[in-house]
């Protein structure tokens, strides 16, 4: 079985300073990790993955994030908040089962202060 | 256009009353998903097809049915709905090729019963 817990669902940072949003997975089965951002009234868009390559895995608008198998974490950064970073972001794992099916996390709002 | 695409994007209906929620893809993947997503709950899966002739249960498929009605098209229905049905309904699709693929979500339609 696999599930995700994401710590604080919402976290506010200062435009400029670090992002961490905080991703802790269980799987019984080799993971694959995914996190995911919702801009208001629209759908999750892929902000990268994790699929046992490199475990620091870089993926779109400067964030990135790393694989810990030691701590079951893969949590998400960015060094220099924009405002365009405000939104929710969820965490997403998925193990080698062949259904490839999701489990998500329940969502962190970033709120980024000017 | 989207990749993904469902219709209606908002929807207001009253309970007891049978709802239909579409979904179509030009992706050409074969998989397909259905979820729901409630604010501190994240997304959940209600329904999942791997392709026209296989259409699997997810975590909470009670009071919703889905269709596949060709390889790019996948409906859900609620048959009477009920007030705590309402929340934001996401179509995805994913690649067949192996584990680890990512899932590719439309914009969502907002769903309120009364």
């Known amino acids: 079985a696999q599930s995700v817990t994401q710590l604080g669902s919402h976290v506010s940072v200062s435009e400029g300073a670090l992002v961490l949003l905080r991703c802790n997975y269980s799987?019984?089965?080799?993971?694959?990790l995914f996190w995911y951002v919702q801009y208001p009234n629209q759908g999750l868009q892929l902000l990268l993955k994790?699929?046992?390559?490199?475990?620091l895995v870089k993926g779109i608008n400067g964030f990135e994030a790393e694989f810990k198998k030691s701590e079951t974490s893969f949590h998400l950064t960015k060094p220099s908040a924009h405002m365009s970073d405000a939104a929710e972001y969820f965490c997403?794992?998925?193990?080698?089962?062949?259904?490839?099916?999701?489990?998500f996390g329940t969502g962190t709002r970033l709120t980024v202060i000017p | 256009d989207a990749d993904v695409t469902q219709t209606p994007r908002n929807r207001i209906t009253k309970t007891g009353k049978r709802i239909m929620l579409e979904c179509s893809q030009t992706?050409?993947?074969?998989?397909m998903y259905w979820y729901r997503q409630d604010p501190g709950l994240g997304l959940r899966l209600i329904y999942y097809?791997?392709?026209?002739?296989?259409?699997n249960k997810g975590e909470i498929s009670d009071g919703y049915s889905v269709s596949r009605q060709a390889q790019a098209k996948f409906s859900l229905s609620l048959e009477s709905a009920i007030p705590n049905q309402t929340a934001l309904y996401f179509c995805?699709?994913?690649?067949?090729?192996?584990?680890?693929?990512?899932?590719?979500f439309g914009d969502g339609t907002r769903l309120s019963i009364l």
């Open positions: 992706k050409g993947h074969d998989r």
């Open positions: 995805a699709t994913s690649d067949l090729a192996g584990d680890g693929q990512p899932q590719h």
């Open positions: 097809s791997f392709d026209v002739k296989d259409i």
């Open positions: 997403a794992v998925s193990g080698q089962t062949g259904a490839n099916n999701l489990f």
């Open positions: 994790y699929t046992s390559a490199a475990t």
């Open positions: 799987s019984s089965v080799p993971p694959y």
